[in-house]
């Protein structure tokens, strides 16, 4: 009796566990809400675990809470999810044609009085750490302590974003040059068999990063290869397992 009380103790944690250890979810078009998307690259930015959805929309990749979840699908723009559960998600995706164009704003007149200094502004006094204690009294509203708050989480913050940024950049590359008629003229593959090569053989933001300047077209005639040794069924998206299914 002990030791099967003993065992249930050791394997309830595990099993919750692998059961907390996956993503999962079902992604549709932000326009038409209830519109599913079937075959959206799922890759695990953190473990570079990389997954495809099945025909129904639905995905399930291995993940943890922290993980940064990448979507991207020929037509939409690429998008990321920041994972602070494992709960089920519901991910929309934006068709590029309904994208918002970038804002020109080079033509823009800045009012130079926003660059000046407020004249009601108060005054403050630096704080020492040494000397008289008459310099160290806060005799205004804003002191110089104060203007280092928060100073190392934006830095972190602004970090982040230049990488976004950079990301973003290079996605655009990539759609730019692997794309339907890219591939078109090199290949001699058409309907499913295209779109399920692109999917599967969609070079990666690292991989580009790390081969500059990265030469699409010897990529692509090196994918067809490896391309052809696939059986039928291995060219074919794979279905997943229906998320409402217990195992």
Do not use: C
């Not at 907390?20 to 519109?35: L, R």
Request: no cysteine; hydrophobic share 35%.
């Amino acid at each position: 009796m002990y030791k099967l009380i003993l065992f249930l103790l050791i394997a309830v944690p595990f099993g919750t566990f692998a059961q907390s250890s996956v993503a999962t979810g079902a992604i549709y078009d932000f326009s038409k809400k209830t519109m599913t998307l079937p075959g959206v690259t799922v890759r695990n930015l953190n473990s570079k675990k990389i997954v495809s959805g099945n025909a129904a929309g639905k995905f399930s990749i291995n993940a943890k809470v922290g993980d940064l979840l990448e979507f991207s699908l020929i037509g939409y723009v690429t998008d990321t999810v920041y994972l602070t559960s494992l709960l089920p998600k519901a991910v929309y995706m934006v068709d590029k044609s309904n994208s918002l164009n970038d804002v020109d704003i080079r033509g823009v007149k800045i009012n130079k009085s926003i660059l000046s200094p407020d004249p009601m502004a108060e005054k403050y006094t630096q704080m020492g750490t040494g000397g008289n204690l008459e310099r160290k009294k806060m005799t205004d509203k804003v002191g110089g302590l104060s203007l280092n708050l928060g100073y190392g989480k934006y830095k972190r913050q602004q970090r982040k974003e230049a990488e976004l940024e950079e990301r973003e950049t290079y996605l655009a590359e990539i759609d730019e040059n692997f794309n339907e008629k890219t591939i078109g003229n090199l290949l001699k593959l058409e309907g499913d068999d295209l779109k399920n090569f692109m999917i599967i053989y969609r070079p990666s933001v690292l991989k580009v990063q790390s081969e500059r300047p990265f030469k699409y077209s010897y990529y692509i005639v090196q994918a067809y290869h490896a391309w052809l040794k696939l059986s039928p069924k291995e060219r074919k998206l794979q279905d997943l397992p229906d998320l409402g299914k217990k195992n």
